[in-house]
């Protein structure tokens, strides 16, 4: 066959070299490029033919006659289409020749000039052409012959000339020669002035992007403006472990960089992560479950400590509880949750405050000098660990007690207080200036007068936020622990947040947006004379920032989850922002938290965060970024809300280098957003999404317990472990106390099956948590659903896998600088110490017979909308990579499929069409995979909740908030209770109880009702 092509080719050949007729000549060309159209090898069979010289002799012979050359020129352009046939014309002067046929400006033989520009772009296509165009200077005769078409085409009648010369450049600026010698002409100021006429006509956008396209190429590569890409805190390690380790990839890792189709591939809906087919897990064994332990079974027994409800003597209960309500007895004073109230913002003279601790002692003890063995406990010292939680819970009962009454004692140094900034205070460079802080005289009237107006705020704007107390959360900042000896609190976190009255939309993306932002940044580097270049913070020098200077917004992040290493300001209302990476990495640049102030109304401000990492975001698809106002709160609307316009997020013409200790090459993205703010002189708080810290869910926590029944709720809160950073990381176990002491209840009570909750093992990760708060709150509530849920199940759950990753802003790892959802399969109790007795609790329960019968990790996705679970198929991953299966061999319970389509019907925000059950090879050591495989538990799952919004169902188009995320924990409680009831042998009481509260057969559409009246389950028929 191939003979046959070859000798038809040459026939071909051969009768145009002897033709001498004008139609049989056209209609042999025209043959030859529909041909070599349809063909993509056509292109080596013409070289293999030695055909190329052929066409370039015929191309020569007719320069004279346009409309053979132009169809001699379309030949050229399809053979060149192919690198080893163009880059062999090349070779024999192709170019030379068509430089001839492209001329200046003219309306005489466009279509010639057009076809001859098309096959220069070709041709340029090979690096040893375009090599060999910049050594004979014709990069300089493209960018002349493009300026002059661009100033004669004023009727726009030849964008397709124009556009042509822009591919030869494109395609010659593809080497390095070609962009240094590009940047030597002055191309970036030629193309940057030619382009700003195009920008108002969209016909004009083929111009404007690869315009766009080659300036984003040739902008000169830089290091970012910091001496090192390492993160500005370190961390002591036990042993001699190195400080600096690579962490892998994220379960949404999978993005595809789409800069070469910035507005097409940005105007898509969404962005799906591809599973890569080689990625599967094939080898059968693997995919089995496989039990096994990874420590010595002697070990297990510890962890009969953290489950006293599996041996617990109710006699004993109530004596024990006896010293538990001495301690309860002390909080009655305490304001309760729901009577807190906020007035009018004019019964405080300035909102301006930052929430100080007086120490630095405590909450910043060196953490270098803790004992890193973590002490374990045994069943031997359940007496001991109970009196120890009592006094821990007495502890902070008595400092709540003292937050009450605010009595200033300068020996005293574990309070915080608020530092009002009006600028005409006399003190006010003192507090804030940081050259001036160690200048602080604790015993001086600066205490007397920040503890007055800390009463003042407290007693005139007491919050009515569910489940927040400010009392309860200095109480646990105060013992919180921080590289950084963290000295301030943020005020959103001591104040609360209150969920918006309704969803926001998803910000609708104005075309261009992203391409305007990229010529914005190419103005600073041929334009740059009004550019300030003034760093304003900067956490490494303190010294060298210049807070305070006039027309100049003041920066901040030095507190619990805070993330802002270096602000400069770029002009007077633009300022370009760096991440700190997560400690004791160089990388994981994606979670910011910070403070601005001193803005001016009605002012665009526009903020360049410019060292990203991920290679795109939602932040392209309609998402925005969280801001909270000071002065709204202090006004009664305590809110974080979506904010921000002209968002963009694209690759920058930062890199890294292996002298500021980062991986040689890698490329940074900036996330660019403008922001106009609420009010004058306020204090604003921007996030990367809804903050929830460490000492908020502590003291959520404490909320939680005080407010429960405890005649229905059985409420135990354990420490698991110490973390490297000496915080105590919870255990709850949450069930229903048994209805008597008769045998049959406490039968009912021990063998209550479990379920294992775990979230924010990601630090950056925070609407996780949220999610995580909504699911505690609905167990330990009153709803009769919850109460008989509690009746069905013993929850396990530890609420945040990473405390130290969190208080220290971290996005992705802990201290130790690992991903510790990468550590499941062979956890260190001295580095992991979080995962080692999660797992180590795990493996217990599964040795006395009590594996959970669902596992979940509730986490946060970057890339994809909605929410959806990750679970775990032999059948389905086999099946995806192209395996045969025989299922006479391989048999799978289904069940794991029950659950997420239960969510899909009962919760708004959850999409069963997102979830997959595959096992990759690359998330083999993560907690779905491991419990699945070395548990043995078959419903085990990762929830991913999305930053942005939802695609579909009842918040298409809507980005969600706290409250949509809390009800999606609450949603998940629900879905466990029909799993039950629908999966799992009841007793006829508990289907009775079910039967009163919803009709499993028509369990969505009550839901669906109780959704549309926002009623409770229990009061629909």
Aim: proline residues 5%; hydrophobic residues 35%.
């Amino acid at each position: 066959m191939a003979e046959q092509e070859a000798s038809g080719l040459q026939v071909l050949l051969s009768t145009l070299q002897s033709s001498c007729d004008k139609d049989v000549l056209l209609n042999i060309l025209s043959v030859l490029t529909d041909l070599l159209s349809l063909d993509r090898k056509f292109g080596i069979k013409v070289q293999k033919a030695e055909a190329t010289d052929v066409i370039l002799s015929l191309t020569r012979q007719n320069l004279g006659h346009h409309l053979n050359l132009t169809h001699c020129l379309w030949v050229l352009r399809v053979c060149a289409s192919n690198v080893a046939a163009g880059t062999m014309l090349g070779i024999n002067g192709a170019m030379e020749l068509l430089f001839k046929v492209i001329t200046p400006y003219s309306k005489q033989h466009v279509r010639t000039v057009r076809a001859a520009i098309e096959a220069l772009a070709a041709l340029l296509k090979s690096k040893s052409n375009s090599r060999q165009a910049v050594n004979r200077g014709y990069l300089g005769g493209l960018l002349r012959l493009y300026q002059d078409w661009h100033h004669n085409d004023v009727s726009n009648n030849y964008i397709y000339i124009r556009r042509g010369l822009l591919l030869c450049l494109k395609h010659i600026t593809n080497i390095q020669l070609g962009r240094e010698t590009f940047l030597g002409s002055r191309g970036m100021e030629i193309l940057f002035t030619s382009v700003q006429d195009c920008l108002s006509c969209k016909n004009l956008d083929p111009i404007v992007t690869t315009v766009t396209q080659i300036l984003r190429k040739c902008y000169p590569k830089e290091p970012l403006p910091l001496v090192t890409v390492r993160s500005s805190y370190s961390f002591p390690l036990p042993g001699n472990v190195k400080t600096e380790r690579p962490c892998m990839g994220s379960e949404d890792d999978n993005e595809s960089d789409g800069e070469e189709d910035m507005e097409t591939d940005l105007n898509k809906d969404d962005v799906e992560s591809k599973e890569e087919d080689y990625d599967l897990e094939t080898d059968v064994n693997k995919l089995r479950s496989r039990p096994g332990l990874d420590r010595p079974e002697e070990e297990l027994g510890q962890y009969e400590a953290m489950c006293p409800e599996l041996s617990l003597n109710f006699q004993e209960l109530d004596s024990e509880s006896e010293e538990e309500k001495k301690s309860e007895d002390r909080t009655e004073n305490l304001p309760s949750t729901s009577s807190h109230f906020i007035p009018s913002g004019n019964s405080v003279k300035d909102p301006n405050c930052r929430w100080r601790t007086q120490s630095g002692t405590e909450a910043g003890s060196d953490p270098g000098e803790k004992d890193f063995k973590v002490p374990l406990q045994s069943s031997a010292k359940k007496e001991k660990c109970s009196r120890s939680l009592i006094g821990e819970k007495r502890e902070i009962v008595e400092t709540v007690q003292n937050a009450n009454s605010y009595e200033e004692d300068p020996a005293k140094s574990d309070t915080f207080s608020p530092c009002p900034l009006p600028k005409e205070a006399a003190w006010y460079k003192k507090i804030f200036n940081p050259q001036c802080e160690a200048s602080i005289d604790p015993t001086s009237g600066v205490r007397s007068e920040t503890s007055e107006i800390m009463t003042k705020l407290l007693e005139e704007h007491q919050g009515n936020i569910p489940f927040h107390s400010p009392h309860f959360y200095i109480a646990r900042a105060k013992g919180t622990k921080s590289i950084p000896a963290y000295r301030d609190l943020a005020f959103p976190d001591f104040w609360g947040h209150q969920p918006p009255p309704s969803c926001k939309p998803m910000l609708e993306r104005q075309y261009g947006v992203q391409r305007d932002k990229v010529l914005d940044d190419v103005r600073r580097l041929i334009q740059p004379g009004d550019l300030i270049g003034r760093t304003v913070f900067d956490i490494d020098e303190p010294s060298h920032s210049s807070p305070g200077a006039p027309d100049c917004l003041t920066f901040f992040s030095k507190f619990e989850s805070g993330n802002l290493r270096k602000a400069i300001q770029v002009r007077e209302f633009e300022y370009d922002l760096i991440m700190n990476a997560d400690v004791n990495t160089n990388q994981h640049h994606q979670w910011f938290y910070f403070e601005v102030r001193g803005m001016k109304l009605a002012v665009p401000y526009r903020f360049n965060i410019i060292n990203c990492e991920k290679l795109n975001s939602q932040f392209n698809y309609g998402m925005q970024l969280v801001m909270y106002s000071v002065k709204e709160a202090l006004q009664g609307r305590p809110l974080w809300l979506r904010a921000g316009h002209n968002i963009s997020y694209y690759k920058n013409h930062y890199r890294c280098s292996a002298a500021a200790g980062g991986a040689r090459g890698k490329c940074y993205y900036t996330l660019t957003f403008s922001i106009e703010f609420p009010h004058e002189d306020d204090v604003c708080y921007l996030a990367y999404h809804y903050p929830y810290t460490y000492s908020a869910m502590m003291s959520h926590l404490d909320v939680l317990e005080q407010s429960r029944n405890p005649k229905k709720v059985y409420w135990r809160q354990q420490v698991l472990c110490q973390t490297l950073g000496g915080n105590p990381c919870p255990l709850l176990t949450i069930t229903a106390m048994p209805e008597s002491r008769k045998s049959d209840d406490l039968e009912q009570f021990y063998s209550r099956p479990y379920v294992f909750l775990m979230a924010r093992v990601h630090p950056g990760e925070s609407n996780a948590s949220w999610v995580m708060k909504g699911t505690l709150e609905f167990l330990v509530s009153s709803d009769p659903i919850a109460d008989l849920l509690r009746k069905c199940f013993i929850f396990k759950i530890v609420p945040m896998l990473n405390p130290d990753g969190v208080i220290n802003g971290n996005h992705r790892c802990s201290l130790s600088g690992d991903d510790l959802n990468r550590q499941w399969l062979a956890p260190s109790s001295q580095l992991h110490p979080t995962i080692y007795h999660t797992k180590g609790l795990l493996y217990y329960l599964r040795s006395i017979g009590r594996a959970p019968l669902v596992f979940c990790d509730y986490h946060g996705h970057s890339q994809k909308k909605n929410v959806f679970l990750y679970g775990c198929s032999i059948k389905e991953t086999l099946w995806q990579a192209g395996c045969m299966v025989d299922t006479a061999v391989i048999t799978e319970d289904v069940g794991y499929r029950t659950l997420p389509k239960i969510l899909d019907k009962v919760a708004p925000a959850f999409v069963m069409s997102s979830c997959s059950f595959l096992v990759e090879k690359s998330r083999e050591s993560t907690a779905r995979v491991v419990v699945w495989q070395e548990m043995g538990v078959l419903r085990s799952y990762t929830m991913e909740s999305t930053y942005c919004g939802c695609s579909h169902g009842l918040y298409k188009g809507l980005q969600l908030g706290t409250q949509e995320l809390e009800e999606m924990g609450s949603k998940f409680c629900l879905a466990l209770l029909i799993l039950h009831l629908k999966s799992l042998p009841c007793s006829k009481k508990v289907m009775a109880q079910a039967a009163l509260l919803l009709d499993l057969d028509e369990e969505i559409t009550i839901t669906d009702r109780a959704q549309r009246l926002e009623v409770p389950l229990s009061s629909l028929p």
